[in-house]
């Protein structure tokens, strides 16, 4: 979501003034640019640099791909919390494995 939120954000100027950290101690002015450029992960190994349009549709797909993965395994916990319910004989009467 903050990811999101950034995104939609940045482009809208051509320039963003920032304090550029200078090692542990100094920072500097500064200011962000090509902020409609974003350099997205396409694997472990390869990046691409992408639109922040591209990238927000990248964003939603790996956030839905994430919900339906979680929606997996707990799933699956749920099947075998009641197998193991089944075969310690603690099942609720009526319950179905």
Do not use: C, W
């Amino acid at each position: 979501e903050e990811l999101r939120g950034l995104l939609l954000e940045l482009p809208k100027k051509v320039q963003h003034p920032i304090m550029v950290p200078f090692g542990p101690l100094a920072s500097f002015p500064g200011h962000l640019v090509h902020t409609n450029e974003v350099l997205t992960q396409l694997s472990s190994e390869y990046f691409a640099l992408r639109t922040r349009d591209r990238a927000l549709q990248l964003v939603e797909k790996r956030l839905k791909r994430i919900g339906h993965d979680e929606e997996s395994v707990a799933r699956e916990v749920r099947e075998l919390t009641m197998q193991q319910q089944v075969a310690s004989g603690e099942a609720a009467p009526g319950a179905r494995p």
